[in-house]
């Protein structure tokens, strides 16, 4: 598995990835609209050239696209991981666990000095929730935010990994 800088041809794979306005909503929160247009691939682009947007490849030729993230932001001691996704067809095979693993040393080597990662995570999103958990990451119980989607409420729960 290598960890590529986002790349422009990436972009069409994204727009498949996300076939309606809850897949992407569940990927990119509610700052991105159904379908993804040339205006969200120049963001995605400036994200990559400032080496905060990656995609995760099956081998170092870039020959098969299995994932998506970013590292959002940096303040402090704390990081943020976002916008996270992985191939329809290849969910539930251990390749978040390994996008996730591979953007926290990503972000470890950006800045040495952080001591957490944060996340968010729709509450309905069990899958996303177990495979965070599952590489360490814990719920901050008293901080969550809830949003109106279409005429739905939707939690999003803020997860923390520790690194000390």
């Not at 996300?18 to 569940?26: E, G, K, R, Y």
Request: net charge negative; proline share 2%; charged share 20%.
């Amino acid at each position: 598995m290598t960890l590529q800088k986002f790349a422009k041809k990436d972009f069409k794979v994204l727009q498949d990835w996300s076939t309606d306005q809850d897949i992407l909503w569940q990927f990119a929160g509610p700052n991105l609209a159904f379908p993804l247009s040339e205006l969200d691939m120049q963001y995605f682009l400036l994200e990559s050239s400032k080496g905060f947007a990656f995609s995760l490849f099956l081998d170092s030729e870039a020959s098969q696209m299995v994932g998506f993230g970013q590292i959002l932001n940096f303040a402090g001691d704390a990081s943020r991981l976002g916008r996270l996704i992985i191939h329809p067809e290849l969910r539930n095979q251990g390749f978040g666990r390994i996008l996730i693993n591979l953007l926290i040393e990503k972000t470890i080597s950006l800045y040495p000095s952080i001591e957490c990662i944060d996340l968010y995570v729709a509450d309905s999103n069990t899958s996303a929730r177990a495979c965070y958990e599952s590489v360490g990451f814990d719920y901050l119980t008293d901080k969550h935010v809830d949003i109106t989607f279409g005429d739905q409420l939707q939690r999003l729960l803020r997860m923390r990994k520790n690194l000390g």
